[in-house]
């Protein structure tokens, strides 16, 4: 074939590499006829009249049939979608016709490749998701669950092969994966691509934790490995002796969930107990599955006593994305907490492949979460007039939720989010329950609309003709489809008030001879400081704008014409000196911000939520009154800046000149000792001679949180008092903290 580009021998080898491998996993899910339909589509990626590379420097075909690869092998999914896997990027190039894949592979094929190729428009376009193409991105989403199935797949290929972009390439693509693509891949059950993905986005957006974290693994791990083989053994043993198909092993948890672990426990790393779960999968027969799950953990907590707060029962009722499961929590040798997890073959499949697997086992039913799932974002979808940010925020609510069970009068099962509300039960039933909600019965006791569901929880909700919704309510919702449908109710209520407002000014104007005009209407909206047409309206309609007091301005404006030609000629000629775009005038599309103490014409300040210090790596962000905000690259708010606000994102470095005092807040954890405090002071003040601004301790059974904020000139100075007060005596672990709030 002809190459515009060369292709090296190692290249060719991993193409080679690559297609063996994935006929190799088609052969063990696909029929024969399926295989030959995959390796005439292989056939058509590779005989490409042109080769292309990625941004990554990785060529396009080898690309397409890793991507292929995890298709087939870590989610499950079949002909089509490999197909469609190994073919998007062939037509993206116009090597060939949609039209062309049609006629070879059927109308399937071409449908989930056009979806595909809308995806891959809205990124070359390089725009951030909270923009109108996060609403398009969703709606191709929608049309086929393959489609949301094989760009998780192109996503996780391309965090594996992150190492190979440019450093702001890689922050861009990490934020995106970590704000959209990881929740996505939980929500669908993908829970393997899930964690993956979640340490990968870690290791590039705070690498200096993920690093710490896995150094502290790998020194930990032979004694990890002793314990769960110490812990497994008697388990082992009895499972064998019931005569049980089995096998049972030990599984360290990600990086990213004991970081958060770390964090939600306010806890170093030796103190986190869980850093593993043993898991025993069992080679049932599905109508015995529950009952061998049972039987184990029966075995389980016999041997070691279980915390029964910390039961788990998946197996009764399965999560809506298909998870089954039983999760316990023992006390193990050595007075520590394990979790233990039990399951089948067939759920751990269903774990770890999600939706996919269910397809699988299940012909079909495991669409059913799936297609619920989607129903709730067409909804959100619905109203085109909604507000980006709110929009993206909707959609989030449900990604991570835990559920919770309750019934309604007839039996049914509901399944809602954890921390759904009275009210989210009633907009569940239908929209207009939800309006006209005034409280319902729990259990045959009265409840608020507020109160939260718990499991088991049987509701009856009561109405009201005479109730309207109200903006409270928002407050009151937890559910995406609640805040949908509560905020269009709340839409059309305003509209109606509004439209009677503007019938009763236009009458009440008509009988003093004036006419209500698009102008006089903004003149008004402007002198009664309304943030809307329809909010003036509004005020009019519910008397908290007396319409005497309009007339009263209309009169005023006629007797100060002049005036109001002077005044607007003022407006007009003000209107002229604006304020030119910090971005577009100080900066190239390729420039860096250099941050210099000395720097004139840009306004800039170091921002408060992460405190960025001179060594740190930073970016500015344009704010909305024009200057220019400071912030580390591992800033908290970091990821959602790049994506929700991409394109107010500004490349910036530190001068020479910018070097000088910087305020730095250190977390310190440590035993209660007298004299530790006096101790960590002195390291500061007297052994590094800096200043400090204050120092808090919190004491709480023999172990000590405190806080210390002091001025440093550099990173490097911050790195030397972090080490200095680590070696004091009782100083279990110190950390940079972003602010004290």
């Given at each position: 074939?002809?190459?515009?580009?060369?292709i090296s021998?190692?290249?060719?080898?991993?193409?080679?590499?690559?297609?063996?491998s994935?006929?190799?996993?088609?052969?063990?899910?696909?029929?024969?006829?399926?295989?030959?339909?995959?390796?005439?589509?292989?056939?058509?990626?590779?005989?490409?009249?042109?080769?292309?590379?990625r941004?990554?420097?990785?060529?396009?075909?080898?690309?397409?049939?890793?991507?292929?690869?995890?298709?087939?092998?870590?989610?499950?999914?079949?002909?089509?979608?490999?197909?469609?896997?190994?073919?998007?990027?062939?037509?993206?190039?116009?090597?060939?016709?949609?039209?062309?894949?049609?006629?070879?592979f059927?109308?399937?094929?071409?449908?989930?490749?056009?979806?595909?190729?809308?995806?891959?428009?809205?990124?070359?376009?390089?725009?951030?998701?909270?923009t109108?193409?996060?609403?398009?991105?969703?709606?191709?989403?929608?049309?086929?669950?393959?489609?949301?199935?094989?760009?998780?797949?192109?996503?996780?290929?391309?965090m594996?092969?992150?190492?190979?972009?440019?450093?702001?390439?890689?922050?861009?693509?990490?934020?995106?994966?970590?704000?959209?693509?990881?929740?996505?891949?939980?929500?669908?059950?993908?829970?393997?691509?899930?964690?993956?993905?979640?340490?990968?986005?870690?290791?590039?957006t705070?690498?200096?934790?993920?690093?710490?974290?896995?150094k502290?693994l790998?020194?930990?791990?032979?004694?990890?490995?002793?314990?769960?083989?110490?812990?497994?053994?008697?388990?082992?043993?009895?499972?064998?002796?019931?005569?049980?198909?089995?096998?049972?092993?030990?599984r360290?948890?990600?990086?990213?969930?004991?970081?958060?672990?770390?964090?939600?426990?306010n806890?170093?790393?030796?103190?986190?107990?869980?850093?593993?779960?043993?898991?025993?999968?069992?080679?049932?027969?599905?109508?015995?599955?529950?009952?061998?799950?049972?039987?184990?953990?029966?075995?389980?907590?016999?041997?070691?006593?279980?915390?029964?707060?910390?039961?788990?029962?998946?197996?009764?009722?399965?999560?809506?994305?298909?998870?089954?499961?039983?999760?316990?929590t023992?006390?193990?040798?050595?007075?520590?907490?394990?979790?233990?997890?039990?399951?089948?073959?067939?759920?751990?499949e269903?774990?770890?492949?999600g939706?996919?697997?269910?397809?699988?086992?299940?012909?079909?039913?495991?669409?059913?979460?799936?297609?619920?799932?989607?129903?709730?974002?067409?909804e959100?979808?619905?109203?085109?007039e909604?507000?980006?940010?709110?929009?993206?925020?909707?959609f989030?609510?449900?990604?991570?939720?835990?559920?919770?069970?309750?019934?309604?009068?007839?039996?049914?099962?509901?399944?809602?989010?954890?921390?759904?509300?009275?009210?989210?039960?009633?907009?569940?039933?239908?929209?207009?329950?939800?309006k006209?909600?005034?409280?319902?019965?729990?259990?045959?006791?009265?409840?608020?609309?507020?109160?939260?569901?718990?499991?088991?929880?049987?509701?009856?909700v009561?109405?009201?003709n005479?109730?309207?919704?109200?903006?409270?309510?928002?407050?009151?919702?937890?559910?995406?489809r609640?805040?949908?449908?509560?905020?269009q109710?709340?839409?059309?209520l305003?509209?109606?008030?509004?439209?009677?407002?503007?019938?009763?000014?236009?009458?009440?104007?008509?009988n003093?001879?004036?006419?209500?005009?698009?102008?006089?209407t903004?003149?008004?909206?402007?002198?009664?400081?309304?943030?809307?047409?329809n909010?003036?309206f509004?005020?009019?309609?519910?008397?908290?704008?007396?319409i005497?007091?309009?007339?009263?301005?209309?009169?005023?404006?006629?007797?100060?014409?002049?005036?109001?030609?002077?005044?607007e000629?003022?407006?007009?000629?003000?209107?002229?000196?604006?304020?030119?775009?910090?971005?577009e005038?100080?900066?190239?599309?390729?420039?860096?911000?250099m941050?210099?103490?000395?720097?004139?014409?840009?306004?800039?300040?170091?921002?408060?939520?992460?405190?960025?210090?001179?060594g740190?790596?930073?970016?500015?962000?344009?704010?909305?009154?024009?200057?220019?905000?400071?912030?580390?690259?591992q800033?908290?708010?970091?990821?959602?800046?790049?994506?929700?606000?991409?394109?107010?994102?500004?490349?910036?470095?530190?001068?020479t000149?910018?070097?000088?005092?910087?305020?730095a807040?250190?977390?310190?954890?440590?035993?209660?000792?007298?004299?530790?405090?006096?101790?960590?002071?002195?390291?500061?003040?007297?052994?590094l001679k800096?200043?400090?601004?204050?120092?808090?301790?919190?004491?709480?059974?023999?172990?000590?949180?405190?806080?210390?904020?002091?001025?440093?000139n550099?990173?490097?100075?911050?790195?030397?008092?972090?080490?200095?007060?680590?070696?004091?005596?009782?100083?279990?672990?110190?950390?940079?903290?972003d602010?004290?709030?």
């Amino acid at each position: 074939m002809e190459n515009q580009i060369d292709i090296s021998t190692e290249e060719k080898l991993a193409i080679t590499r690559n297609y063996r491998s994935l006929l190799k996993a088609c052969k063990n899910i696909l029929s024969d006829d399926d295989v030959k339909e995959v390796r005439q589509a292989i056939e058509m990626a590779l005989s490409r009249k042109k080769e292309f590379r990625r941004p990554s420097g990785k060529l396009s075909a080898i690309h397409s049939l890793e991507v292929a690869n995890i298709v087939s092998s870590e989610i499950g999914l079949g002909r089509t979608s490999v197909i469609c896997a190994l073919l998007y990027d062939v037509v993206q190039h116009e090597d060939v016709e949609k039209h062309e894949i049609a006629e070879v592979f059927g109308e399937s094929v071409e449908a989930i490749v056009g979806g595909l190729l809308k995806v891959k428009e809205l990124y070359t376009k390089d725009t951030s998701i909270e923009t109108e193409n996060f609403r398009k991105l969703l709606l191709t989403f929608a049309e086929d669950v393959r489609v949301i199935l094989i760009i998780l797949a192109d996503r996780l290929q391309t965090m594996r092969s992150l190492n190979l972009y440019q450093p702001e390439s890689q922050q861009k693509i990490a934020a995106e994966v970590g704000y959209l693509y990881a929740p996505m891949a939980h929500r669908l059950g993908l829970y393997a691509i899930k964690s993956e993905m979640e340490d990968g986005v870690m290791k590039y957006t705070n690498r200096e934790v993920y690093s710490f974290i896995a150094k502290k693994l790998n020194e930990t791990k032979r004694a990890r490995d002793k314990y769960i083989k110490d812990f497994i053994a008697p388990i082992k043993k009895e499972l064998e002796v019931a005569g049980l198909k089995f096998s049972i092993k030990g599984r360290t948890k990600t990086i990213h969930s004991i970081h958060n672990k770390m964090k939600k426990q306010n806890t170093p790393f030796e103190k986190v107990y869980d850093l593993f779960a043993i898991r025993v999968i069992l080679d049932s027969k599905e109508k015995d599955e529950k009952a061998d799950c049972w039987k184990v953990y029966s075995m389980v907590t016999d041997r070691y006593q279980p915390n029964p707060s910390r039961l788990r029962d998946w197996l009764s009722i399965p999560k809506s994305n298909g998870y089954e499961s039983l999760h316990t929590t023992v006390l193990g040798p050595e007075k520590k907490w394990v979790e233990v997890q039990i399951r089948t073959h067939r759920m751990n499949e269903v774990a770890e492949k999600g939706l996919a697997a269910h397809w699988k086992y299940k012909g079909g039913e495991g669409e059913k979460g799936m297609d619920e799932w989607l129903g709730n974002i067409r909804e959100v979808l619905e109203n085109p007039e909604r507000n980006a940010i709110d929009f993206i925020d909707d959609f989030k609510l449900n990604l991570y939720d835990e559920e919770v069970f309750v019934f309604t009068p007839k039996g049914e099962l509901k399944r809602l989010p954890k921390g759904a509300t009275i009210l989210d039960f009633a907009f569940d039933i239908h929209s207009g329950v939800g309006k006209r909600c005034i409280g319902a019965k729990v259990n045959g006791k009265h409840a608020s609309i507020k109160q939260v569901l718990k499991n088991g929880d049987h509701i009856e909700v009561i109405t009201s003709n005479n109730q309207e919704p109200r903006a409270e309510w928002l407050n009151v919702v937890a559910t995406s489809r609640a805040k949908s449908k509560l905020k269009q109710a709340l839409k059309d209520l305003q509209y109606k008030e509004s439209e009677f407002g503007r019938e009763t000014l236009e009458r009440r104007l008509k009988n003093w001879k004036l006419e209500l005009t698009d102008q006089l209407t903004h003149q008004l909206v402007k002198h009664f400081k309304m943030k809307s047409i329809n909010d003036f309206f509004r005020e009019i309609a519910t008397g908290e704008i007396d319409i005497s007091s309009v007339k009263e301005y209309i009169q005023n404006q006629e007797k100060k014409e002049s005036e109001k030609d002077k005044a607007e000629v003022a407006s007009n000629k003000s209107a002229t000196n604006f304020v030119p775009n910090v971005e577009e005038e100080h900066l190239g599309n390729d420039d860096v911000l250099m941050i210099d103490r000395n720097l004139k014409n840009v306004d800039y300040s170091l921002a408060k939520c992460c405190n960025p210090i001179f060594g740190d790596e930073i970016f500015g962000f344009v704010a909305v009154s024009g200057g220019i905000k400071i912030h580390r690259a591992q800033c908290p708010n970091a990821p959602e800046m790049k994506t929700k606000f991409g394109y107010r994102i500004v490349n910036a470095q530190w001068t020479t000149g910018a070097s000088g005092s910087f305020q730095a807040t250190l977390k310190v954890t440590g035993s209660d000792d007298i004299g530790i405090v006096s101790n960590i002071s002195q390291v500061i003040t007297k052994d590094l001679k800096m200043k400090m601004r204050s120092i808090s301790i919190d004491s709480d059974e023999g172990s000590f949180l405190g806080t210390v904020t002091v001025f440093v000139n550099d990173t490097e100075m911050l790195n030397l008092l972090i080490k200095k007060i680590k070696n004091v005596k009782g100083v279990y672990n110190v950390s940079r903290i972003d602010s004290v709030m």
